[in-house]
């Protein structure tokens, strides 16, 4: 037998190890996904149920036991059934002792119980060796099969060995377990499924509370002035002007909010002498949301970009060229070009486009299948250095857009100054500040600061 064919019979499956047999107790929507997907992977199922009746739903070639009986089949049970039934295991504490109990059990509100319900089954059956895994995967995401947004299982459990079969089975399924130690962080993985977007709240409320004020802040000065001392109706401005004014001004202002806790930290590292010193609370809530911040500041800029190209198709803007060509006709007088206006114009777009492909840059690295093949000094300098580019262009693109009205008095009216004067503010206070932070009188300590060094160190050798 030459080499090759020597290193095939090695690469062939093989076929007598067999899996060993699973318990579930529970027919219901996840017992029966999760038995369907066991059978695939090659594990004989016996199901303990309350009814021995087959029925069309159950996995045809799972067999379907009384508790007591089919729990004497298995070493590990999974018991699919809610906390609050919890109880009817206590009469099978005999069968069920030494044998591996895998807790899939998830709770309709945070904390729910005063202990996770892992912990409350190891208390009903302290001769069992109980394992928390499967909660975060659902039924449906087992049925249909798409579970890549779910494919890591967190395992945690007091036996070690136990856990070692039960991470086994979640490897064998095709899922990544992740071992979260011991049964301690049941709760905290039990509270995984019912948290909506934790990292994306604050950002979103925040969107959400700016993209209010400035919208109505619009009204105010574009609609409701203009109706009132000029009698001009332009309540449709609603539809494209208005959200064409604030898209920007949120893309620019979140942006420059996601480099303000950097800022900050650095001031508050500079002032302790040292970075051994836990930052306040909301300083770190704010770093660990500054992704979400951006990406959300990405999707005001995109819509910004949409908004501007529909703009010639707009009925309004045709009126008031159409208007502009008439009277120049009617006073037999072309108007020349006006070249600073023409730069002006060309620069602002070009400072925009730049600034615009940055951003989608920023966006784009930091989806973690891009993240993952940067290493860290790639994706500091992407997040960093070109951000920090992103904002200039972007501030630059605004101030030379509005620069010209900033002076003028018609910008002010009601005496409030125009949306782009107060969209500058966030940023060009980051840039300035950023600006001192790099000379190197102050940037030279913050470095040695960030490397461990310490004005008054506390434990000095
Ligand atoms: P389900 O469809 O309501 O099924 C629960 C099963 O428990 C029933 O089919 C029944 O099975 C059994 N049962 C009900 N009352 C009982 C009682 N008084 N005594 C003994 N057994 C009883 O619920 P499920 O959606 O499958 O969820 C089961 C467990 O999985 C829950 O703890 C849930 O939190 C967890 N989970 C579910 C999902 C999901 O996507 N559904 C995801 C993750 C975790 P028999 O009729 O065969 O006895």
């Given at each position: 037998m030459n080499k090759n064919s020597s290193n095939m019979m090695a690469l062939a499956p093989n076929t007598s190890n067999k899996r060993e047999t699973v318990c579930i107790f529970g027919t219901g929507d996840f017992g029966r996904a999760l038995g369907h997907k066991m059978i695939q992977s090659g594990y004989p199922v016996v199901y303990g149920s309350r009814s021995t009746q087959i029925s069309n739903l159950i996995p045809k070639d799972a067999e379907v036991l009384s508790h007591a009986e089919a729990a004497q089949k298995a070493a590990i049970i999974i018991i699919a059934i809610q906390r609050q039934h919890y109880n009817f295991l206590t009469p099978l504490a005999e069968v069920l002792r030494g044998k591996v109990l895998v807790d899939i059990s998830n709770n309709?509100?945070?904390?729910?119980?005063?202990?996770s319900n892992a912990e409350y089954l190891a208390q009903l059956l302290p001769g069992s060796k109980v394992v928390k895994a499967f909660?975060?995967?659902s039924a449906w995401a087992l049925q249909s099969g798409t579970l890549d947004a779910s494919r890591q299982v967190f395992v945690c459990g007091d036996d070690v060995e136990a856990k070692q079969m039960v991470m086994n089975i979640v490897r064998a399924l095709g899922l990544t377990p992740l071992d979260k130690g011991s049964l301690l962080a049941a709760q905290e993985i039990e509270n995984y499924p019912l948290q909506l977007f934790p990292m994306w709240r604050f950002p979103i409320f925040l969107s959400l509370g700016l993209t209010a004020f400035f919208f109505l802040y619009c009204v105010a000065l574009d609609i409701i002035y203009t109706y009132i001392?000029?009698?001009?109706?332009?309540?449709?401005?609603?539809?494209i002007t208005i959200p064409n004014r604030v898209c920007p001004v949120m893309a620019l202002v979140l942006l420059a909010l996601v480099y303000v806790p950097g800022i900050f930290a650095a001031i508050i590292q500079l002032y302790r002498g040292t970075k051994y010193r836990r930052f306040p609370d909301w300083l770190d809530k704010w770093m660990l949301c500054r992704k979400q911040l951006g990406l959300i500041a990405l999707a005001f800029a995109s819509l910004h970009a949409v908004f501007t190209l529909v703009t010639p198709m707009r009925a309004f803007v045709s009126w008031r060229t159409g208007k502009g060509i008439i009277s120049q006709a009617l006073n037999n007088k072309t108007e020349p070009l006006d070249h600073t206006n023409a730069w002006l114009s060309d620069s602002y777009l070009a400072l925009g486009i730049l600034g615009f492909f940055l951003f989608v840059l920023l966006g784009i690295t930091s989806l973690p299948s891009v993240s993952n093949n940067v290493n860290w000094r790639e994706f500091r300098f992407v997040q960093s250095k070109l951000g920090y580019l992103a904002l200039i262009l972007c501030t630059a693109h605004t101030l030379v857009y509005g620069g010209k009205w900033f002076?003028?008095?018609?910008?002010?009216?009601?005496y409030l100054p125009n949306i782009y004067i107060l969209s500058l503010i966030v940023p060009c206070a980051v840039l300035v500040v950023k600006f001192v932070l790099i000379f190197p009188c102050i940037d030279k300590p913050l470095t040695q600061i960030r490397q461990g060094w310490e004005r008054n160190p506390k434990y000095s050798e």
């Open positions: 309709l509100k945070l904390n729910q119980y005063p202990e909660n975060t995967v001392y000029e009698n001009n109706n332009f309540s449709f401005f609603i539809a002076l003028s008095p018609s910008a002010y009216k009601w």
